[in-house]
C-alpha cells in the first residue's frame, strides 16, 4: 500500500502574524490518546509548560512516566479519561465532551505485544486509529496527526542505507502492518470525508519514559549506567535515533500547522552505530565503561530515513544531537533516582 503525497501544506513562515498564532494557541484544546506512554508523555509534558488545554485518553492506570517527566501540580491541570481506544463511542464521546480542537494520536500496542495478541493488536492499532478519525469526522475536528513507523519498510536490502518517502513499504511485523493500514485509513479519511492528517515514522526513539517496546533497550541502559549497573543492549549495528522530547515536540508543530490532505514523513534523528551509542553512554557516565555491551545483531531495516520532505515543511526539524540527548538522559535518570521517581 503506498500513500499518495496529497497534502496541500504551508510553511510556518507563511502563517499570518505572530499575534493571531498566539490567539490561536491560546484557543488550542489538544486530546492526545496513549498519553501514558513515551511519546504521549512528552507530548502532555510541553503542553502543560505552554499552559494549553490537554486532555488524555487511555486505558491505562500507570502514570510513573508523566511523573518522570511532570510535577504533581503539572499533572493535576491534565484532564484524564481512562477508557478503551477500542471502543468507538467512548472515543467519540470523550472528544465532543473534552471540545478538542487538536487531535494527536499515539495510541498503539507496540511489536512485541502486537506478535504475541495479534488481534488485540489489530483491534487497538488499527480499529482504535479508525475510531480516532471517526471521532475526528463526527466533532467537526479538521485534522489528526498520528504515529506511524519505520516498521512500515521492509528490510535494508530493499533500500540500501537510507529509506525516502516514496518508497515501497513491505513491513516484516504485524506492527509494521497495522501501522501501514492506518497511513491507507488516513488517506481514505481525506479522500472520502475530508478528514486531513499528518504523521510521523519514527526509528529508535530514546529518552526518559521508553520503557518498553523491541528499541527501548538502549535507554533501558543509559538507565543502567545511571545507576552504575551492567546492562546488554539487545541489538547493534546502525540505526536510526530520535530522543523522544524531540519528536513529541515535532508531533505539536504537526497538529498547529494549516494544512489538507493526508501526508506521511519520515524523520532521521541522529543516525549512529551502536558503538556510538555506547561511547555516549561513557561519555556521560565513565564508570560504565565496559559495563554497556551490545549484541552483534543489527535491527533488520535500512540504517537511516531521508527527512528532507518533513524539513521542507517545518524549515527545522526540532533536533537534539546523540551525546546531548544521551547525557540528558542520563543526568535526568540520576536525579529521578536521587528524587524516587524511579525505583
Known amino acids: 500500500m503506498m500513500l499518495e503525497s496529497a497534502a ?36 502532555v509534558h510541553n503542553l502543560v509548560r505552554e499552559n494549553i488545554d490537554v486532555t488524555v485518553y487511555d486505558l491505562g492506570l500507570s502514570t510513573h512516566r508523566l511523573e518522570l517527566l511532570m510535577e504533581p501540580a503539572e499533572i493535576a491541570r491534565v484532564h484524564f479519561v481512562k477508557d478503551d481506544i477500542t471502543d468507538a463511542e467512548a472515543v467519540a464521546g470523550a472528544v465532543t465532551e473534552c471540545g478538542a480542537n487538536r487531535i494527536i ?25 479508525v475510531n480516532v478519525f471517526e471521532a475526528a469526522k463526527q466533532a467537526g475536528i479538521a485534522s489528526v496527526v498520528y504515529a506511524s513507523s519505520m516498521a ?34 488516513a488517506r481514505i479519511y481525506w479522500q472520502d470525508d475530508g478528514i486531513a492528517s499528518l504523521a510521523l515514522r519514527p526509528y529508535t526513539v530514546y529518552g526518559p519514559g521508553r520503557d518498553q517496546g523491541m528499541t527501548s533497550t538502549p535507554t533501558q541502559a543509559m538507565l543502567a549506567a545511571a545507576k552504575d549497573e551492567a546492562y546488554q543492549i539487545s ?7 530520535q530522543y523522544a522530547d524531540d519528536v513529541a515536540r515535532t508531533f505539536i508543530e504537526l497538529a498547529r500547522l494549516p494544512f489538507e490532505g493526508a501526508e506521511v514523513f519520515n524523520i532521521r534523528g541522529s543516525v549512529a552505530h551502536m558503538s556510538e551509542v555506547v561511547d555516549a553512554i561513557v561519555a556521560a557516565e565513565p564508570n560504565a565503561a565496559g559495563r554497556i555491551t551490545f549484541e552483534d545483531t543489527p535491527l533488520p531495516f535500512a540504517e537511516a530515513q531521508n527527512e528532507q520532505p518533513l524539513q521542507d515543511l517545518l524549515g527545522e526539524v526540532p533536533y537534539t544531537p546523540l551525546e546531548e540527548g544521551v ?7 540520576k536525579r529521578a533516582l536521587v528524587t524516587g521517581r524511579i525505583q
Open 8 to 43: 496541500t501544506l504551508q510553511h510556518p513562515d507563511d502563517w499570518e502574524s505572530s499575534n493571531t498564532r498566539a490567539n490561536m494557541m491560546a484557543d488550542e484544546r489538544f486530546f492526545v490518546t496513549g498519553a501514558l506512554g513515551c511519546l504521549g508523555a512528552w507530548v
Open 105 to 129: 494520536h499515539l495510541a498503539a500496542l507496540q511489536v512485541p505485544f502486537c506478535r504475541a495478541n495479534p488481534s488485540l493488536g489489530a483491534a487497538v492499532n488499527v480499529v482504535g486509529t
Open 152 to 185: 512500515v519498510y521492509g528490510g535494508a536490502d530493499l533500500y540500501g542505507p537510507e529509506v525516502k518517502d516514496g518508497d515501497p513499504l513491505h513491513p516484516l511485523n504485524l506492527y509494521g502492518v497495522y501501522k501501514e493500514a492506518n497511513e491507507g485509513t
Open 235 to 241: 541489538f547493534g549495528g546502525t540505526c536510526g535515533y
Open 327 to 333: 547525557a540528558r538522559t542520563i543526568a535526568h535518570f
